[in-house]
């Protein structure tokens, strides 16, 4: 039944309750129709998502570093927000919550760490928290290490995840102030849901990434055949994100530290996970 909620997806709510109809019977309940997710470029690689539920029509952005997009497409689409929701403080992530906040009325979101270095926080979010969009839940999961604040946002029904700085198409956030410990077990968390769940992160880096991924696994034929598609797809101009946590668990290197062939590429057979991962880190810093 996964699957043909995933296949769906693009369907207007009115198709996916008609082909459910077709399918299950009028007695059985029919699943939600998923969150609507539009995704914006922004400055030079950011991205900006807009959720929105179909049946309440209750819309929410996601790291806005500017407004005027947004503006254009809510207008476009008639939602007005209800929340701006902000993964952490960084000026790329928050620059256009201000604007947003003025013309909607809506509310801002963000860690309770985070409360004081973001202006005008309405909502102050900690681990377990949920934000709803009508029936939709949005679960907030605290990934400490790009930030000492940063926060992830988890649509289950939806399998989506919203990492901000935390996962890139294979690559991780940089350890501004962090450790490499704290930010191992918040990947950690990440890899452990379901590998279905689509990755919408705050960057378009995976080709840099992808090219020091190959680095330290030349041996990795997903890693080869994920990079040419990517490559295809930045020539076409195309976004590579969402990816999948699946492509992410095959070819990421930060993800990878359980991996003998990467252990044995950077001489750390011995060494633990968390030590692999701050080498990796390092190396990455200096690519
Ligand atoms: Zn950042
Ligand atoms: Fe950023």
């Known amino acids: 039944m996964g699957m043909i909620i995933r296949k769906h997806n693009h369907y207007p709510a009115k198709d996916v309750k008609n082909y459910y109809t077709m399918i299950f019977n009028e007695s059985l309940s029919y699943p939600r129709p998923m969150l609507t997710i539009l995704q914006i470029s922004a400055l030079t690689d950011n991205y900006i998502y807009l959720l929105h539920d179909p049946e309440s029509k209750e819309t929410a952005v996601i790291d806005p570093p500017v407004a005027k997009p947004v503006l254009n497409l809510l207008n476009e ?7 701006i929701l902000n993964t952490h403080h960084h000026w790329d992530h928050i620059g256009g919550n201000d604007e947003l906040k003025r013309a909607n009325r809506c509310q801002i979101a963000a860690s309770r760490y985070d409360q004081t270095r973001i202006p005008e926080v309405d909502i102050a979010l900690d681990e377990g928290d949920v934000i709803q969009l009508g029936d939709q839940q949005l679960n907030v999961f605290e990934t400490p290490g790009h930030t000492l604040g940063h926060i992830v946002f988890y649509a289950k029904e939806s399998q989506a995840l919203f990492c901000g700085d935390t996962l890139f198409g294979m690559g991780c956030g940089r350890l501004f102030e962090g450790s490499a410990e704290q930010m191992w077990h918040s990947l950690l968390r990440i890899k452990l849901l379901p590998a ?3 990755i919408y992160c705050a960057h378009e880096y995976t ?29 076409a101009g195309l976004s590579t994100i969402p990816s999948t946590l699946a492509d992410e668990l095959a070819t990421n290197p930060f993800l990878r530290t359980d991996c ?22 390092q190396l990455k810093d200096k690519f």
């Open 260 to 281: 003998t062939e990467l252990q044995t590429q950077l001489g750390l057979q011995n060494a633990s996970e968390i030590e692999v991962f701050a080498k990796i880190r």
């Open 77 to 83: 689409q008639n939602w007005s927000l209800k929340y």
């Open 207 to 235: 080709e840099n990434n992808g090219r020091f991924a190959l680095t330290l696994e030349p041996q990795n034929s997903r890693l080869h055949q994920r990079m040419s598609q990517i490559r295809q797809q930045r020539v």
């Open 196 to 198: 279905e769940t689509h």
